[in-house]
């Protein structure tokens, strides 16, 4: 008897926390629906394409190449992010620069996106600071794999 | 004699558009109430032309999907009766529809017509039937389709079924004794009188435990989820494990049917079906010396829309309590109906009698 009243308690508890959910948060959903601005939201849904999470500022999104001064490539073709690349994804043509403080820029910098898983290691071993990931582009999606191969030399 | 043939086929038609709607919407209702229990949104992104209205038109695409799917049965199933197993469940239950008054009645070109499809005079032994039969349904899914999967799946829900069944007459036993009528109509009209003079005599009042072991094997018969034992989506995926398309879709169906039924009868039975508290025809005659005349096109109004209100809230909280609970195991859940429901069910009825009696 004491055992079945206290399972009706557990019962009637665990209604609670359902029952009290759903009114808190229509009364939030309803105050939105009239325009009433309030701090706390009905649901913690973000509806992503409409509506953006921002990213952390040390999120590693699609790479990029900071370009010089004069709007070129900063890379200088040293291949270093090529051998660190745990994926091997990234492929670097070197080329001759006319400027004679620069030795190489590279004629063609592919990084396949199909391999790619984002480490960061390029990164980090790129003795110029020329390959960054901070674009924040996330949506990388595509129907291809050729469109997946980003050529970072081209702007 | 045309006229009333007429008639009969439009209120049909009627309540049967009015079931169907409403186990649409509830499709709608479910997703976003369990969201909104969950901190979600639900399914919002369905819209026609742009306007998504909360994503109102979801049942809609689900119907379309379910429409282009492909008719699917396996080899060794026996063809016949795997079509007709889904067709058994949908029938049974929506003809359980018929027999629940939707309002009092209307006046309309010198005649009465009363808001009932049909009034019967066993209508609570009518619609108990309807759901007992719906148990065809499963079991004939469950044996045509030659999956073991099924046919355990099936069985359990025949079992589960058949087991309810017994406490869900027993505890409409002590309802009939205090309404001597098995009309649902004649239930509904004697819910009109006050009860110590203030409390509308509504079942509620008169058979709490009644209504309480009522509502519980009424659960467990629309096999939803405290109660789907007969699905067992961890386990066994249940009597519908093979079928697809749109006989898939009237399984689900009969189950947003059921939920209906069991909130009309609920509502018809216990919380004074289409009555509003101290409103006869005339008016509201407040317990507290109050009158207010109200003209007799809004007394039907008001009556039609309680009655919804009420069934739309019984449906509420049978998604409420479908979110809230896990399952139970198969061994808990014949506990249940037999160690508990049934005893509390009798016990109901003796009490309801002692007290009959002690009152002359």
């Known amino acids: 008897m004491i055992k079945a009243w206290l399972v009706i308690k557990e019962l009637l508890r665990g209604a609670w926390i359902t029952f009290r959910h759903f009114f808190v948060n229509m009364t939030f959903h309803t105050l939105r629906l009239f325009g009433i601005k309030t701090k706390r939201r009905g649901a913690v849904t973000i509806q ?24 070129k490539p900063s890379c200088v073709a040293c291949m270093l992010c ?24 590279p004629a063609k910098f592919v990084v396949d996106l199909n391999r790619c898983c984002f480490c960061g290691f390029c990164v980090e071993a790129c003795p110029v600071d020329a390959i960054r990931m901070d ?13 997946l191969e980003a050529r970072l030399d081209k702007p | 004699m045309l006229a009333d043939v007429l008639i009969v086929l439009a209120k049909v038609v009627l309540a049967l558009t009015w079931t169907l709607l409403l186990a649409l919407f509830l499709t709608w209702v479910e997703r976003k109430e369990s969201a909104v229990m969950q901190d979600r949104i639900g399914a919002n992104r369905a819209s026609v032309f742009g306007l998504r209205l909360f994503g109102l038109f979801q049942p809609f695409a689900d119907a379309i999907k379910m429409l282009f799917k492909e008719d699917f049965a396996p080899t060794f199933a026996q063809r016949a009766l795997h079509w007709l197993a889904p067709m058994f469940s949908f029938f049974f239950v929506s003809v359980a529809i018929v027999a629940v008054p939707f309002g009092d009645s209307v006046r309309l070109f010198g005649r009465r017509i009363p808001l009932q499809v049909v009034d019967l005079s066993a209508a609570v032994l009518f619609v108990l039937a309807m759901l007992s039969l719906g148990i065809y349904g499963i079991l004939l899914s469950g044996w045509a389709s030659a999956n073991r999967y099924s046919l355990i799946g099936s069985l359990r829900g025949a079992a589960q079924l058949v087991s309810y069944e017994v406490a869900l007459g027993l505890s409409l036993v002590g309802l009939i004794m205090v309404f001597p009528s098995l009309s649902l109509s004649r239930i509904v009209e004697s819910q009109g009188a006050l009860l110590f003079g203030f409390l ?4 509620i009042f008169l058979q709490p435990l009644g209504f309480a072991v009522f509502f519980l094997a009424g659960m467990a018969g629309t096999k939803r989820v405290p109660f789907d034992l007969p699905e067992g989506e961890s386990e066994i995926i249940g009597f519908y494990t093979e079928y697809g398309g749109l006989k898939f879709g ?17 509502t018809t039975l216990f919380f004074g079906g289409w009555q509003v508290p101290w409103l006869g025809d005339g008016g509201f005659a407040f317990p507290w010396g109050g009158r207010l005349a109200v003209a007799p096109w809004a007394v039907t109004v008001l009556r039609v829309l309680a009655f919804n209100l009420k069934v739309f809230f019984f449906c509420w909280l049978q998604i409420l309590t479908r979110w809230t609970y896990p399952r139970f195991r198969y061994d808990q859940i014949m506990d249940l109906g037999w160690k508990v429901l049934v005893p509390l069910g009798v016990g109901n009825i003796l009490i309801t009698g002692l007290i009959l009696a002690a009152r002359g």
């Open chain 2, 250 to 266: 009237l399984f689900m169906f009969t189950d947003f049917l059921e939920v209906i039924v069991l909130a009309a009868m609920s």
């Open chain 1, 48 to 71: 992503y394409p409409e509506e953006r999470k921002e990213l952390s500022p040390r999120h590693r999104s699609l790479h990029r190449i900071r370009p010089r001064d004069d709007g």
């Open chain 1, 135 to 147: 674009t924040g582009e996330i949506r990388l999606a595509s129907r291809t794999r050729a469109g």
């Open chain 2, 200 to 203: 509308p005599k509504w079942g």
């Open chain 1, 82 to 105: 090529v051998t660190v690349c745990p994926s091997e994804c990234i492929s670097v043509e070197a080329a001759e620069d006319p400027d004679p403080e620069v030795q190489k820029v």
